[in-house]
């Protein structure tokens, strides 16, 4: 008769401990969250939605939709870089720039948050700030040829001819048919006066990309200086 009363006591307390462990469980991730399990996918499919809409040439709609997406959810990376891209196509740099600083709260030192913040200064017409986050980034990674176009053209807008002429050098000595970069570098030399090295830049930019009718005239009038 002991022996039936302990049965009958052990599965009464194996049967508690699986309905206390059972509520547990369903209430634990509301608790830790504050949301439900399927947000994630909500903002995934709201900010789908949203690159449809910009897609279709709706760039003010796609706008508000990200924006209403992160007011439900404030750190929703993605909606976050593309509300920033989508508000520096339409020359709002000062309302693009806080996303990316909000997405660098959150991951510290992202690359592509702290190159689009660069951007946002580069347009702004802050052009030292931009300097700075360009070089900062060449810091981390010295082989990305965009950044370092990206801060010779800013170079150029302060006027500091020859450090965007050493910047277009190096991406050059690393990237020997990069054409467009070296009709940069021609035209800088030829602004400079510096006719015999504009030449030879555009010499090589009509071997790499075909004759152009405007290097042929470059050509021209740089030999005209020099006779």
């Known amino acids: ?20 462990l059972g509520n547990f469980i369903k209430t634990k991730p509301s608790e830790v969250s504050g949301e439900d399990s399927t947000s994630g996918i909500n903002s995934s499919r709201l900010v789908a939605k949203a690159q449809n809409v910009y897609e279709m040439g709706q760039l003010s709609k796609a706008i508000k939709l990200l924006e209403d997406i992160i007011k439900k959810y404030p750190n929703e990376i993605q909606a976050r870089f593309l509300l920033g891209d ?11 720039e806080k996303h990316y600083k909000h997405i660098l709260k959150l991951l510290p030192n992202e690359a592509t948050a702290l190159e689009k ?27 990305s ?34 054409a467009p ?10 602004n ?18 075909g004759a152009k009718t405007g290097i042929l005239k470059r050509i021209a009038k740089a030999q005209s200086y020099l006779n």
């Open 86 to 96: 989508y508000l520096l196509e339409k020359n709002l740099p000062g309302k693009a």
């Open 181 to 190: 970069v070296k009709k940069k570098l021609a035209d800088l030399f030829f």
């Open 1 to 20: 008769m002991l022996e039936i009363v302990i049965i009958l006591l052990s599965i009464l307390v194996i049967v508690t401990f699986v309905i206390v």
């Open 145 to 178: 040829f965009d950044i370092r176009e990206k801060l010779a053209d800013v170079y150029i807008k302060m006027n500091n001819i020859d450090l965007a002429i050493k910047e277009f050098r190096l991406i050059i000595s690393k990237d020997l048919y990069n």
């Open 117 to 143: 913040l660069a951007d946002c200064d580069n347009m702004a017409g802050k052009f030292d700030k931009a300097a700075l986050g360009y070089s900062h980034l060449l810091k981390i990674s010295s082989e």
């Open 192 to 209: 400079k006066g510096e006719y015999e090295r504009a030449i030879k830049e555009y010499e090589d930019v009509i071997k790499i990309d």
